[in-house]
DNA sequence: TTGACATGAAACCATTTGGTTTCCTATATA
DNA sequence: TATATAGGAAACCAAATGGTTTCATGTCAA
């Protein structure tokens, strides 16, 4: 299992968040993220480690390649932070919210 | 105006997310929010400041004191980004949003 | 008005981060 | 089989990060 916090540093730099992006349309292999960014394949790689070490991706091996799948449980858990101050912003739709998941529970 | 990776950054770190909390509740001063931690009051003030290029605080002074508030548009935007993604675990709520948005269109 | 209190600011430090280049290994393919 | 392709791994580097200590400043209160 991994642990928020990773979850939230592997999300802070916009490259990653890019990535996800990416990977959220369609598996893609470490050449091709790597072919979109004006980035050495090293660096795309290290991005991948942190994305994975959050949760937020998986890997497939294939033969000599790596697709990349975006696994969204992980943000999930983000977004489970921000809602503790959704109030804020959003009363309405909290409230909606916190019924329809008492309803299911 | 502030943009969205500063709040990204912002957020990444747990002593920044556990002074969100902290000043969601009330404000509080400086000193206040330094005495809930085992760190120096540099280090806090240091955390503040970060927090305010993010857009998640502001600050009030009063006399000799500055009173530490919460911002939520900030985090606001961030869930915004999340939302992005929220049809992977959430098929209810996006397809109730996806109708919503077109019949808006 | 003197001293205590709340904070700012600067200098410094170790570690982490985000990138590079270089070399190695394994798998496809001509 | 020889070569091209996909990726891993290590060494290295500059800059950013998260902390410290020390000192300066403005405000409150005895």
Redesign the pocket.
């Known amino acids: 299992m991994y642990d928020t916090q990773s979850t939230f540093?592997a999300i802070?730099?916009p490259?990653r968040r890019a990535i996800i992006g990416m990977v959220a349309d369609r598996e893609m292999?470490?050449?091709?993220v790597?072919d979109r960014f004006n980035?050495?394949?090293?660096?795309i790689?290290?991005?991948l480690r942190?994305l994975r070490d959050g949760g937020l991706v998986s890997?497939r091996e294939?033969?000599?390649?790596?697709f990349i799948k975006f696994e969204p449980s992980a943000l999930k858990d983000v977004e489970q932070w921000i809602e503790h101050f959704s109030h804020f912003w959003d009363d309405k739709l909290s409230k909606l919210k916190a019924a329809v998941e008492k309803d299911e529970a």
């Open positions: 540093k802070a730099d490259t292999t470490i050449g091709e790597t980035m050495s394949r090293p660096a790689a290290k991005h942190v890997v294939s033969g000599r390649e790596r």
